[in-house]
């Protein structure tokens, strides 16, 4: 998760140096997810709730929400729904192996 997590950091650090003028910025709520902000908006959160037996279908998998251009409402699905795997941006691993 810390990979994911330091790849994105990474990525938007680059990019806010490459245009001086954006803010970038995290916001965390411990033990839950962190949002991206530039400026006063939203851009993105990544959930990472620890998994929780009893809640599984919202808790079993990190992923990527994405905000509206305002910054106020996710245009990624989420938990639950018809199909509940389809839920934001993640990462999937179907088989791994070492060499």
């Not at 938007?12 to 839950?32: H, I, V, Y």
């Not at 620890?50 to 919202?58: G, I, Q, T, Y």
Request: net charge positive.
């Amino acid at each position: 998760m810390m990979r994911i997590l330091s790849i994105t950091l990474i990525l938007f650090s680059l990019t806010s140096s490459l245009n001086a003028k954006a803010n970038f910025n995290w916001q965390k709520k411990e033990g839950t997810h962190i949002d991206l902000i530039l400026g006063e908006k939203k851009i993105a959160r990544y959930v990472f709730e620890r998994m929780n037996p009893n809640d599984r279908e919202r808790t079993y998998k990190p992923f990527y929400h994405l905000y509206d251009s305002t910054g106020t409402k996710f245009i990624t699905k989420g938990p639950g729904g018809r199909y509940t795997h389809h839920r934001g941006i993640y990462f999937g691993f179907s088989k791994c192996s070492a060499l």
